[in-house]
């Protein structure tokens, strides 16, 4: 990853965090970032907001603080970091760095923490592209033959692509697949590897969102 940590700083800077910081203030990020004639794209889910510079190879994750209800309260989320936080980009930072000398840690993208803006923590991950349905086809004989691997995991509660499970079988082989598979529930890293939560960086499979959100 290529990155200026002082220029993203600068970048941010001047954008108020604040407390509750969540999606409802998206359109604000993203006209703020406008204003600083950056050019970028934005995604985001349920716990982060993702900014995607063009022609960078990294994204700025940001965590949203929580959530308002339908009657407009806000609510803290409590359980990321095992339960003892709302932060679920230090969640991913903290599942990346306990990785270190793993051999999975190849299939998961790089993700690091950067620094407090006023208080607020910003995080850094290599860019991927997310998994795509109308891009990534799979024959009847690909699906039939990785449902045993599937099948015992997902009676576990872990939730996973089958397009993209095919994809990291052959591009790692059975060994670290079956590895990956144990790996995942034993850790209870897993709960969310739908089609939005993985990708590849330059063809091969990563996990793009390893902090799946619990409630
Ligand atoms: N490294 C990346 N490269 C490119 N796009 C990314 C990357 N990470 C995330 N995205 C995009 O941003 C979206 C939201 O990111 P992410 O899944 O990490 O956030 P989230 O809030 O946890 O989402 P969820 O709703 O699954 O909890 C992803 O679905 C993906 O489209
Ligand atoms: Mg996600």
Known sequence: ????????FN????FNFGFGFDDSRMDELAAYLASQKFLFTYDFGVTKAVIIPKGADYVIKIPFEGYYNLSNHFYNFTEANDKDGWDYCREEADRYKFLSD???????????????IDHYPIYIQEKCSP????????????????????RHYTSRGVDLNTNWCIDFRNYYGEELFNYFLYFIDRYKWGDDLSSDNVGYKCGRPVVIDFAGFRD
């Open 1 to 8: 990853m290529t990155y200026n940590k002082e220029e993203i």
């Open 11 to 14: 970048l941010l800077s001047k």
């Open 102 to 116: 793993n051999p999975l840690k190849e299939c998961f993208a790089e993700t690091y923490f950067l620094g407090y």
């Open 131 to 150: 998994f795509n349905y109308n891009k990534n086809s799979k024959t009847k004989e690909e699906k039939k033959m990785i449902q045993p691997y599937l």
